[in-house]
């Protein structure tokens, strides 16, 4: 590594005034205590790409919540995790997570590591990959300096995805996840010996729990562009984890594409992403990746519903179909199942049907009500709701238009039914 490469100048025109206050400030603050603190991670890595970092982390050689307590900063909000030895810091508009330097011993693959106190060298060695296992010194003394014992500036010059050591996927196998949304995100290449333990390492996923693995796919569903990671799992047979079911996924570029200009909020994107992840999935299929993932209620309920969805929609392939028939279909599920159908499906007539019924259709709404329908005469029972029901078909289907076209039809099918029972 060359001797003392120093960042501070690009800490200065990458970071916020802001931020650059608070870490000159913690640097003084450790100093003072005769500890030692860096800069670490994914931010180092975004630094060194020109990008302003997101996330800030910071490790120090000593005690991160007595540091956090004693940084001389008004108006902070400081969240202390103690048995992990970490705090939180919200200052302003900054977030900034503290740790110990701390080493890691992975008694089983998969399992959550044993951790001891350790230093900055040790904490880098536990770290998923080159290009993320960097520090910039944030002591007064040495301001700036860049950390590298792995290689990682070269790593990131080079464009490349590399792992410490050849366990890596074996002690945390989430990083099998990791390495494809690095490479996807960053437009880097999984280097060649990681790639092949990556291969020889794909079955450790099995030793990740659900959760983790969901964590996992949380966040590659928050990237700018997922279908990327997905169609790069597929291709490594990581996806197949998910699911052995779950293959093909080239088409996910062509319709997460579409989903994106669909103006919808960042959660409902996220949902409808994974309802066309999970499309090709029967019912029991389905079932067992939301059990695996343990997803929450909301998210399974959406899931369903675009399955169930799937198996009713080619009901609307007739291109002059009633628009009460369209409504009676698509009636009772939910928005964004809808949604993730019509983006899914690739059939004219259904998607000008879909896109009726989420412009007007589910809007269409009846004046009378079962009480005036009683009050006009009515009688109580199953008469009600089948008259409610030919009411909305004949609103749907522009039959009707006003209040007095509603009464009027009422009184009509009042009508007839006398004439029948003289008949
Ligand atoms: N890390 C790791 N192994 C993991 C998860 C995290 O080694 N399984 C380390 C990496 O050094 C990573 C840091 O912890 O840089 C912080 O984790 P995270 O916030 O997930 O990563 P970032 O690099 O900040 O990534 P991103 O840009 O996606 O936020």
């Given at each position: 590594m060359p001797a003392n490469i120093n960042l501070s100048s690009r800490l200065l025109k990458q970071l916020?005034?802001?931020l650059e206050?608070?870490l000159h400030?913690i640097g003084e603050?450790a100093a003072?205590?005769?500890q030692n603190i860096y800069l670490v991670g994914g931010a180092v890595r975004d630094l060194l790409l020109g990008l302003s970092p997101i996330d800030i982390d910071l490790v120090v050689e000593g005690?991160?919540?007595?540091?956090?307590?004693?940084?001389?900063?008004?108006?902070?909000?400081?969240?202390?995790?103690?048995?992990?030895?970490?705090?939180?810091?919200?200052?302003?508009?900054?977030?900034?997570?503290?740790a110990?330097a701390r080493s890691?011993?992975?008694?089983?693959?998969?399992?959550?590591?044993?951790?001891?106190?350790s230093n900055i060298n040790r904490d880098l060695f536990r770290r998923d990959f080159s290009i993320n296992a960097m520090a910039i010194s944030l002591h007064r003394d040495s301001f700036g300096e860049l950390i590298d014992p792995y290689r990682g500036m070269s790593d990131v010059k080079n464009r490349c995805i590399r792992v410490l050591h050849e366990?890596s996927?074996?002690?945390?196998?989430?990083r099998?996840?990791r390495a494809?949304?690095y490479e996807?995100r960053l437009k880097f290449k999984i280097e060649t010996g990681t790639l092949?333990l990556?291969?020889?390492?794909?079955?450790?996923?099995?030793?990740?729990?659900?959760?983790?693995?969901?964590?996992?796919?949380?966040?590659?569903?928050?990237?700018?562009?997922?279908?990327?990671?997905?169609?790069?799992?597929?291709?490594?047979?990581?996806?197949?984890?998910?699911?052995?079911?779950?293959?093909?996924?080239?088409?996910?570029?062509?319709?997460?594409?579409?989903?994106?200009?669909?103006?919808?909020?960042?959660?409902?994107?996220?949902?409808?992403?994974?309802?066309?992840?999970?499309?090709?999935?029967?019912?029991?299929?389905?079932?067992?990746?939301?059990?695996?993932?343990?997803?929450?209620?909301?998210?399974?309920?959406?899931?369903?519903?675009?399955?169930?969805?799937?198996?009713?929609?080619?009901?609307?392939?007739?291109?002059?179909?009633?628009?009460?028939?369209?409504?009676?279909?698509?009636?009772?599920?939910?928005?964004?199942?809808?949604?993730?159908?019509?983006?899914?499906?690739?059939?004219?007539?259904?998607?000008?049907?879909?896109?009726?019924?989420?412009?007007?259709?589910?809007?269409?709404?009846?004046?009378?009500?079962?009480?005036?329908?009683?009050?006009?005469?009515?009688?109580?029972?199953?008469?009600?709701?089948?008259?409610?029901?030919?009411?909305?078909?004949?609103?749907?289907?522009?039959?009707?238009?006003?209040?007095?076209?509603?009464?009027?039809?009422?009184?009509?099918?009042?009508?007839?039914?006398?004439?029948?029972?003289?008949?």
């Open positions: 916020s005034t802001e206050v608070f400030t603050t003072r205590q005769g005690n991160a919540i007595a540091l956090a307590k004693s940084i001389p900063l008004s108006r902070m909000k400081i969240t202390v995790h103690q048995a992990f030895g970490t705090a939180n810091i919200k200052w302003n508009h900054i977030s900034i997570d503290l110990t890691e011993i992975y008694s089983q693959p998969g399992v959550l590591p044993e951790v001891t106190p366990k996927f074996v002690d945390d196998a989430t099998i996840w494809i949304r996807q092949q990556l291969k020889r390492d794909i079955n450790m996923l099995d030793t990740i729990s659900g959760d983790r693995i969901r964590h996992e796919i949380e966040i590659i569903l928050k990237e700018k562009e997922p279908e990327k990671v997905f169609c790069r799992a597929d291709e490594l047979r990581v996806l197949a984890k998910l699911s052995p079911a779950l293959t093909g996924v080239e088409w996910l570029k062509e319709k997460y594409s579409e989903a994106r200009v669909m103006g919808l909020s960042d959660v409902s994107l996220v949902t409808v992403y994974l309802g066309l992840l999970v499309y090709s999935l029967n019912t029991n299929e389905l079932a067992a990746i939301v059990a695996y993932l343990r997803l929450k209620r909301t998210m399974t309920q959406v899931l369903k519903n675009t399955i169930d969805l799937k198996g009713k929609i080619c009901a609307l392939n007739t291109p002059s179909l009633p628009n009460s028939e369209v409504y009676f279909v698509l009636d009772g599920y939910l928005e964004l199942a809808v949604i993730t159908n019509l983006i899914a499906t690739d059939i004219t007539a259904i998607e000008k049907h879909i896109e009726n019924y989420l412009t007007k259709l589910r809007h269409v709404k009846l004046r009378l009500n079962g009480n005036d329908l009683k009050r006009m005469g009515v009688p109580q029972g199953p008469d009600i709701n089948r008259l409610l029901h030919l009411l909305h078909a004949a609103k749907l289907n522009g039959k009707v238009i006003t209040k007095q076209g509603e009464t009027r039809l009422v009184y009509n099918w009042l009508r007839e039914r006398e004439a029948k029972k003289k008949q």
